[in-house]
């Protein structure tokens, strides 16, 4: 990796800048943790460098002349959130080509017309809530997508009628942990929906001469409906660390214990490192994901950012306990509360 002139991080040296690249530099320096590497970070012109990459469409180009899809969109929000220099200007129209990406399954696509797919519907959610537009999402049927996803093998898949593959531990699982502190608008949606459903049949009912009083419609129900975050308010920059602040209302989503048994049965390799599945080659990206995975797993019944599970919560000795990472940006979380602290102030 190296530091682009003009913003950003390419692979290496005489690599372009590249989205994927400056995502994966900017954590690493943020898990570095130190001054010297949170200061390396030249963030005036990795603004300029995430501007360039804005698409007219609203979402972003992976690299120069590159592909448009949500894990671009993914991307540079991540970087421009953690960096503290998200602003109005990248986050124009990307909320509405998000959105257009959510598929009739729930799950959301790559780019609009699709198919659904795990890692996008991961990039999709979390950008959504790094720009506080994620009630604009059908969250209940995205919700039921992802849980759907988790297999007999009790690891998850990508997509429909696929193999379940390790890094969907944390690109399905991490879903899951997002959607635990959004169940508050979850709820609004699905009360929202039954409120629609009984205002369609009391028309319906109407139409056939039937009486007010006979479709049991309630007055109450009528008048309700959906709602925005509560943090409305909040600069953009902030939706990052306010998101880890939220209580979950609930257990997981998904069946925890298979998942870290998956994991830790069948895609760890005994002298080192994680695979996509049996018969399969370790390598360096699916060992960060499984244990990304295997960390969200483990603290998906605690309901406070970080809180110790129970012994009950994880599979195996106590000492198999990871970190927390953050959900949104996959940073260890004390690390993250470290270069929270330093960019908020520049």
């Known amino acids: 990796m190296r530091n682009d002139k003009n913003g950003g991080y390419g692979g290496g ?22 001054e010297m590497s ?100 059908d969250l209940p049927s995205l919700v039921d997508w992802v849980a759907s996803r988790q297999g007999v093998e009790c690891g998850f898949q990508g997509r429909v009628n696929k193999l379940v593959d390790g890094c969907y531990s944390f690109w399905q699982g991490g879903v899951l942990a997002l959607a635990q502190r959004l169940l508050p608008i ?21 139409s056939c001469n039937f009486t007010a009083g006979e479709t049991g419609q309630d007055e109450n129900l009528c008048r309700a409906g959906t709602s925005h975050p509560d943090n409305e308010g909040e600069k953009l920059s902030d939706f990052g660390f306010s998101s880890i602040g939220r209580q979950t209302e609930c257990g997981p989503l998904f069946h925890s214990i298979a998942l870290q048994q998956y994991i830790l049965l ?38 406070d950012d970080g809180e110790p599970p129970l012994t009950s919560a994880v599979l195996g000795p106590y000492t198999n306990l990871l970190e927390p990472v953050h959900p949104l940006y996959n940073v260890v979380l004390h690390k993250y509360y470290k270069s929270h602290e330093f960019f908020s102030t520049l």
């Open 38 to 137: 949170l200061s390396s970070i030249h963030r005036e012109n990795m603004l300029k460098f995430l501007l360039q990459m804005k698409d007219s469409s609203g979402a972003f180009r992976m690299h120069n002349g590159g592909e448009i899809d949500v894990r671009a969109c993914y991307t540079a929000i991540s970087v421009a959130s953690i960096l503290n220099v998200l602003d109005d200007e990248l986050v124009t129209d990307l909320g509405n080509y998000i959105l257009s990406c959510q598929t009739y399954e729930g799950g959301i696509a790559g780019e609009p017309g699709s198919e659904a797919h795990g890692g996008y519907t991961f990039c999709g959610l979390a950008t959504m809530i790094l720009i506080n537009e994620v009630d604009k999402l």
């Open 13 to 34: 040296p005489g690599q372009m800048p590249h989205l994927a690249t400056t995502y994966a530099a900017v954590n690493t320096l943020i898990t570095l943790g130190s």
């Open 266 to 303: 069948c895609s760890q390799v005994l002298e080192g490192g994680f695979r996509d599945k049996p018969g399969k080659q370790r390598d360096f990206y699916h060992s960060c994901y499984c244990l990304s995975g295997l960390s969200v797993s483990q603290y998906s019944w605690s309901k």
């Open 186 to 206: 979850v709820h609004k949606q699905l009360e929202s929906s039954f409120i629609s459903g009984v205002q369609a049949s009391a028309e319906c009912k109407k």
